[in-house]
């Protein structure tokens, strides 16, 4: 009886056009599916199933979403899926957090804010991906220019807390002539709840007095999906 030999089985299982390695040899890494890509950081997979099928299960658990899978921590990965080990797990989200890193280098290092969008594709590098609340202000000059960005505040999966004082504070510092305020809501719904309106009042009335302006409240969630205070009229 022949041994049985894993890596006989898995060139066996997978064609070889369809070898994620091979593939990105002979054509380049953007013919990869995104499942190739993940099964060439794999490696291999476990017995009775190829890396590649491995990679598609765990694409489609998270409805094709490499964001999804960004929110798991390692040992989720490791407990959920057999064959993704403690360095299979890391790897990954370590692959994971660089595309995030690349994306937001694209960025200039001090942009031009003309926009609500432009506000909420800058704001989403940084706040989309997350499982709970963050409070974020952007600092900008005359000419709408970041000149710094600051996490205020993290929380729970519903709300975080915010001391209007430390949104302030780094504005007075700097010497900022206007701020963005960001808050994420893990739940992907971008309607503002009352507290959310509370304080964007309060933040309002604390910028009138001290002559700074509040140019937007932005709620960030995934797939492009935010709020806009300022677009709504609501500032």
């Known amino acids: 009886m022949n041994e049985f030999n894993p890596t006989r089985a898995l060139k066996e299982a997978i064609t070889p056009d369809s070898r994620p390695r091979e593939l990105a040899k002979r054509e380049g890494c953007g013919a990869c599916s995104t499942a190739q890509l993940l099964a060439i950081l794999i490696g291999s997979g476990s017995r009775g199933e190829n890396v590649v099928d491995l990679c598609n299960r765990i694409l489609n658990d998270h409805e094709n979403k490499l964001y999804k899978v960004a929110r798991h921590n390692y040992r989720e990965l490791m407990n959920r899926y057999k064959g993704i080990g403690e360095v299979k797990a890391l790897e990954i989200l370590a692959a994971l957090e660089l595309a995030r890193r690349c994306q937001l280098e694209e960025f200039d290092e ?114 492009g999906h935010y709020y806009s205070y300022s677009d709504k009229g609501r500032l």
């Open 110 to 223: 001090s942009p031009q804010i003309s926009s609500s969008l432009m506000a909420y594709n800058y704001l989403s590098q940084f706040m989309s991906h997350l499982r709970h609340e963050e409070m974020w202000v952007l600092l900008l000059d005359r000419g709408k220019h970041i000149i710094h960005r600051e996490r205020i505040s993290s929380g729970g999966t519903a709300m975080t807390a915010v001391d209007v004082k430390m949104v302030i504070k780094p504005a007075i510092e700097l010497l900022a002539d206007g701020i963005i305020i960001a808050h994420n809501h893990p739940s992907d719904t971008a309607r503002p709840s009352i507290q959310d309106d509370q304080l964007t009042e309060k933040i309002k009335q604390a910028c009138k007095t001290l002559d700074i302006l509040l140019l937007d409240h932005i709620i960030v969630c995934r797939g």
